[in-house]
């Protein structure tokens, strides 16, 4: 890793943003950008004050742009009123938008549907007034356990619609993650699909459901919605539980928009944290909406011809900002896909692209390495044996980009002339923090470049001092900013905690290392500071996984770390103690690895189960018993142990959890 930082530091490949790119672009230029930041550098609340007016469609115009009475709940524009879905949909009713294609859906299988912007506004009104004849309304939450599908995208719209506050559970969530959600958000309706259809299997939603109810805690949940993907046969309790075309069969397709305070919550999306469960991070409606439409033009330099598709999941903050309303409210044309980039061959991406004319592409690191792999072993799924040639932009999310992939990206997809922007935010950030601007930003492999304009992004020590250029610290955010998450539902005390820790006197802690570049002051984010691991772009708390590893009967002890990985970026590696004796053997090792790697995959989700578990008598400790986890990651890597352990309790251990079995 050391190495990897090092090599980012010196990398001196620039790409300057193309003549008729930059041409043509939002922001034109570093003088443009330099302008924005300026603005926003002498008037930060003005700033977004102005391009909220200029945005955003307000039904009652705001007369206080922050309210920082009680930081750091701040308020932003809170006396105004609107609607994120009439944002969306509404306003591009009457104008040549309404009837463009606002989603081109694109299946598993490979089957097309798509909806104009009319369609999209009446599927959305006719679920809404559904909801509505439910007793549905202002203030309620509903979580959405569905696949990526343009219902998916109806459910969370219909719930703005009705000041509904949704909370999407991705679909590779377990039941016993979901019931977690349920209970923890107090949803009293639940929007789910029979199955879901990825890779060419048909993987159970429903069932999921019914189980999350068996566990109990969610009393709370008075009506099921669920929409037939596949038409498989799902239990139904009577009177609770509907299908989604019951439910909208005779409804109008006018259905008026409710507006809410722009400080109403538009959702909770959980997401992990260093320590215990997942965090609900609470977004607004007003200054959540306003930076996802205004990076979508910033960022993504949208035009109304482009074709934009970010492959996020709903379920991920990326699919809440990128798909779900960013580019509805920008008026674009976007794909949806239900599927897998490997499926039914590694060339997927490129195929669709090609079928599709996409010319903004938005993916993350680990689909490109995946893919770059793939394409070593089978040449025809190499990007450049397809018509990428609509392609004019690319994206990256998730996680660092390493500079191999990104020239891999940039020569092979973008064929060499098409902008990458590495986009640095996070689930709480509500849209992107630190980003190139494509028309204006000279591009660095492997650095996401530059602040956002009117967000305040630094790099500081631990008591909030800012550092020099080329030295390492902590990545914060000094002023509050529209997009920022609003609280933690139900924990007000943990998100304070969490995120403005007092030695930071106010400043916003990501919860990332980062570095700037000592001559261009570019970012490059070093990775997270505290116990959360990035595997392929989803976050995971190695405390959860721990958790869950402990309930298993079978074990007594559990640490959990990570490995670097050329595919996903981190792998998760588990320590085990066991009640019973340790494997010794490795077929007896297998065989427990796999029961506990099932088992996490049921408490959590497939995506948390270790990658390699390894077994112990004991784990290293100190004196005062704290698990040596700087160890266990040295062990973990495979690396020699060159530091001191003479303040071990037990330093024989280091020897047994170094053996693979
Ligand atoms: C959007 C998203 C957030 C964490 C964040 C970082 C890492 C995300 C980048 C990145 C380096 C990037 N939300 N991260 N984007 N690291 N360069 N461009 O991913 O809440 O799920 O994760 O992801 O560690 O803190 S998230």
């Given at each position: 890793m050391a190495g990897a930082i090092e090599s980012l530091l010196v990398e001196d490949r620039i790409f300057p943003p193309p003549q008729d790119f930059a041409r043509q672009?939002?922001?034109?230029g570093m003088d443009q950008y330099h302008a924005l930041c300026a603005q926003a550098a002498e008037d930060h609340v003005g700033f977004w004050a102005r391009h909220a007016r200029e945005q955003l469609q307000w039904h009652k115009p705001f007369?206080?742009?922050?309210?920082?009475?009680?930081a750091p709940f701040y308020k932003w524009f809170d006396d105004g009123e609107l609607n994120a879905s009439a944002n969306c949909?509404?306003?591009?009713?009457?104008?040549?938008?309404?009837?463009?294609?606002?989603i081109i859906f694109e299946s598993d299988g490979g089957e097309v549907t798509s909806v104009t912007y009319r369609e999209l506004h009446d599927r959305v009104c006719r679920f809404a007034n559904g909801l509505k004849s439910l007793g549905y309304g202002k203030g309620d939450r509903a979580i959405i356990y569905l696949p990526m599908s343009i219902e998916g995208v109806v459910a969370m719209q219909a719930c703005a619609r009705l000041g509904i506050i949704h909370s999407v559970v991705f679909g590779g969530f377990s039941a016993k993650s979901l019931q977690e959600r349920i209970h923890d958000v107090g949803a009293s309706l639940v929007i789910t699909a029979d199955e879901q259809v990825r890779g060419g299997k048909s993987i159970p939603l429903k069932p999921a459901v019914d189980e999350a109810f068996a566990m109990?805690?969610?009393?709370?949940?008075?009506k099921v919605i669920v929409y037939?993907?596949?038409?498989a046969a799902v239990s139904m309790v009577e009177g609770r539980e509907i299908t989604w075309s019951q439910l909208v069969?005779?409804?109008?397709?006018e259905c008026p928009p409710e507006y809410v305070s722009a400080?109403?919550?538009?959702f909770v999306l959980y997401t992990s944290g260093s320590t215990g469960k997942p965090k609900g991070v609470q977004h607004s409606t007003g200054g959540y909406l306003l930076h996802a439409l205004l990076s979508m033009r910033w960022?993504?330099?949208?035009?109304?011809?482009d074709v934009f598709w970010c492959t996020?999941?709903?379920?991920w903050v990326t699919g809440h900002s990128y798909v779900a309303y960013g580019p509805l409210a920008a008026g674009a044309t976007q794909v949806v896909f239900e599927?897998?980039?490997?499926?039914?061959?590694?060339s997927r991406f490129w195929r669709m692209i090609a079928r599709h004319k996409v010319s903004i592409f938005y993916t993350a690191p680990t689909a490109i390495r995946a893919l770059i792999k793939a394409c070593e072993s089978?040449?025809?799924?190499?990007?450049?044996?397809?018509?990428?040639?609509?392609?004019?932009l690319l994206g990256s999310v998730g996680e660092p980009i390493n500079p191999e992939a990104w020239m891999w990206y940039h020569t092979?997809?973008?064929?060499?002339r098409c902008p990458i922007v590495d986009t640095f935010w996070q689930t709480e950030t509500?849209?992107?923090?630190?980003?190139?601007?494509p028309g204006a930003t000279p591009l660095v492999p492997g650095s996401c470049t530059?602040?956002?304009?009117g967000v305040d992004v630094a790099v500081v020590d631990e008591t909030g001092g800012e550092m020099p250029n080329g030295q390492g610290g902590i990545l914060v955010i000094r002023k509050p900013w529209p997009?920022?998450?609003?609280?933690i539902w139900n924990d007000p005390n943990r998100f304070k905690q969490s995120y403005f820790?007092?030695?930071?006197?106010?400043f916003y802690l990501a919860g990332d290392g980062a570095v700037r570049n000592k001559q261009t002051g570019y970012f490059t984010i070093t990775g997270r500071i505290d116990d959360v691991l990035n595997v392929s772009g989803h976050r995971m708390g190695t405390m959860e996984i721990e958790s869950a590893l402990v309930?298993?009967?079978?074990?007594?002890e559990a640490a959990v770390v990570g490995r670097p990985d050329d595919v996903t970026g981190e792998a998760i590696v588990a320590f085990v103690v066991l009640k019973g004796v340790r494997p010794t053997d490795a077929a007896a090792a297998a065989k427990v690895a796999k029961e506990l790697r099932d088992w996490v995959g049921k408490e959590?989700?497939?995506?948390?189960?270790?990658k390699e578990v390894r077994f112990g008598d004991n784990l290293p400790k100190?004196?005062?018993?704290?698990?040596m986890r700087r160890l266990l990651r040295v062990i973990a890597r495979g690396?020699?142990?060159?530091?001191?352990?003479?303040?071990?309790?037990?330093?024989?251990i280091l020897e047994q959890l170094k053996q693979v079995l």
């Open positions: 672009a939002a922001v034109s007369t206080r742009a922050l309210d920082d009475s009680n949909l509404d306003r591009h009713l009457g104008t040549p938008t309404e009837n463009k294609t606002a109990g805690g969610c009393d709370t949940v008075r037939q993907r596949t038409g069969d005779g409804q109008s397709s400080e109403h919550p538009l960022t993504f330099d949208l035009k109304p011809t996020a999941d709903i379920g599927g897998v980039p490997s499926y039914p061959d590694s089978d040449r025809a799924t190499h990007p450049t044996q397809f018509d990428l040639s609509s392609l004019r092979n997809v973008g064929g060499g509500g849209a992107h923090v630190v980003t190139p601007l530059l602040p956002f304009p997009a920022m998450i609003r609280t820790p007092p030695e930071l006197h106010g309930a298993n009967k079978l074990v007594a959590i989700g497939p995506i948390a189960k270790p100190t004196r005062s018993g704290k698990i690396e020699d142990i060159t530091q001191d352990v003479s303040t071990l309790e037990n330093p024989a």
